[in-house]
């Protein structure tokens, strides 16, 4: 059964498309600037032609198996009829309207969606287009909260180490400032409180004591503190640390002691990436601003969401302007809001409980047993999140090179090589994705 609706190579074809391809590259490399790299690399470029399911194919004819949700995103693969057809549909409507002083069915549905399935009384819904965007909403509502509570001095957040929440400035300050993407501009964004990143691991023996000192930070500084923020259960970006569902309900309780608001941001886990719905499930507690994005889509648009609680949006509108003031040109974009309704309806139809326990099991059973090698400093998994700490940095050119070679597409960052594939992956695609995975450890031990 064929996947692409792409004639088969013949060698003159293939020839042609390889032309192409270099073609395409020299074109990129002349003006465009990719993330997080510098646009004089000589890093390899792989450009692609079409997707399918699980499948990139690139422009040259190969088929790689995307171990990487194009940045978690891709939930349920690529090219999906569902998806597609809600495009289609709204398409056929409007694309784009402004939100201010306008409404439309798309984004009344899926607000009312996100305050159905999300956890706690989150039922006032901020669409905007990134989860950047979202993390840099939800610091603003916190801080006007608590200027319509008439206590300005709340101003500051708490963070932790290893904690990534976005490239934008705000969502900057809040991470690691040592050891993150961005300690370099570290003298020109607001300093904020910084706690140990979340202990001990998943499932681990758990005591108070590795609250100790975000409990002593909250003490002393509750006065000037609007919120914590965390990314529940996962840090992502910030190495893909799996930590105690313990610390994350303590959490809770420290920050309602001394009057503190709790952002969980839940852009990479949200949508069922980590076995439950939303990982605050994890530890049954509830934040009082969430932050969604990536899944939301299924990966076709850009769009986030920053939820609040209805006490929480009163007191922030509480304050002088009597308004929440931010407001994106694009927000609840109508084509982006009815392919993200379509996402989660399809989501919330399949089993995906049972697809993500297979992928967590396959990655239990086949990368876990990897931290004996040499050169592999740790392993760790969760729903469908599977990671290699490597003992030192990866040489990215040459390791994508390897994966590209062997029909995977993995984007390794730092020391991690690290998979979270859609969730409707087959099980000889996740094979291929973990022997490759284990091969380049392999490599390096």
Known sequence: MRVFAIPLMTNQNLKNLKSFAQSLIARDKSFLWHPYDNCFSDKPLFPIQAANKCLLRTADGRDLIDAMSSWWSAIHGYNHPILNEAAEKQLRKMSHVMFGGLTHEPAVELAETLAAITPGNLNKVFFSDSGSVSVEVAMKMAVQYWIGRKQANKHKFVSFKHAYHGDTFAAMSVCDPINGMHHMFRQVLPEHYFAPAPTPGFGESWSETHCQEITEILHHNHQEIAAVI???????????????????????????TYNVLLIADEIATGFARTGRLFACEHAAIAPDILCLGKAMTGGYLSLAATLCSEQVARDICATDAGVFMHGPTFMANPLACAISQASIDLLLRSPWQNRIASIENHFNTHLLPLKELNAVSDTRSIGAIGAIEMAQNIDVKTVTEMFVKRGVWIRPFGKLLYSMPPYIIEAHELQRITDTMREVAEFYS
């Open 230 to 256: 965390i990314e529940p259960i996962v840090q992502g970006t910030g190495g893909m640390r799996v930590y105690s569902v313990d610390f994350l309900k303590q959490l809770r309780q420290l920050c309602d």
